[in-house]
């Protein structure tokens, strides 16, 4: 049975947090333990393609002992299953805690891809399966076999019909509706701004953004967040609150520094749930 608006608006949502894989050491572990201390339910890291987050993320497990840990993603066209297997043998992460996500990268057949690697994960690690999705097919795959759905630059609208499909996709497959993550960027100040301005021309010029931005209606600055000082997040956070079961908060760090997120993380923390 489809859920509509109304019931997805009783979904209480947490809040987590997304520290680039190439934040320097110190700020991972600093920024790790301050979502653990402030009650976050995950501690995030980017999987650039041919790049490694599997050690970033291994630095916040160390600094920490019961956030969940998400990596978001892992490009399967560039990380076969055996070999994502192999580095979370070497890295020693912990299963219990782990968010294990996984995009498809580039090549032909996208969704076949990656049903394909979700089912040879499944015999592999015994950790929760994100899948990132940005168009109706992947967020229907997400639904039918994924325990988790990371959605990336999109408006709280289109993440309430993304969730839809995802439910819906769910339960017509007849398994339980996987949770549903968002990505949420945030740059403050100037530096920030033109950070999060070349941001949004990398996601211009990447196909499965534009088209997934066509759809939508909308452009990358109308997803990338750039505010002036962190008292302005909460207003920009509240139409997020009910819609999907975690905002990650991702700040754009200019300087490497936690000092840059901790007023933001702050700032976000009486928005959603706990």
Known sequence: MSRGPAALAMCMTDLGLMVRRDAPEAT??????????????????????????????AWAAEATARIQLGLGVVPVSANGPDAIRRRLDETGLPLDRLRL?????????????VEAALAALRGLVPCELVLAALGPRMCALGGRAADGVLL???????ARASVEQIRQAAATAGR????????????????????????????????????????????????????????????HLAPWSGVVDEVVLGPVLVH???DEALPLLEAARGVFTP
Request: hydrophobic share 45%.
């Open 28 to 57: 991972m572990r600093q920024l790790a333990r301050a979502a653990e201390a402030h009650g976050l339910s995950c501690v995030w890291t980017n999987h650039p393609p041919n790049q490694d987050a599997f050690g970033p993320l």
């Open 101 to 113: 996500g996984v995009g498809s990268g580039s090549g032909p057949r996208p969704v076949a891809r």
């Open 152 to 158: 990336n630059a999109l408006t709280p609208d289109y």
């Open 256 to 258: 490497g520094e936690a």
């Open 176 to 235: 339980p509706a996987p949770k549903v993550y968002a990505l949420v960027s945030v740059a403050v100040g100037e530096a920030g701004a033109a950070l999060q301005q070349r941001a949004a021309a990398f996601y211009a010029q990447l196909p499965t953004y534009a088209a997934h931005f066509e759809r939508m209606g909308a452009a990358p600055a109308d997803v990338l967040l750039t505010i002036n000082e962190a008292a302005e997040l909460p207003a």
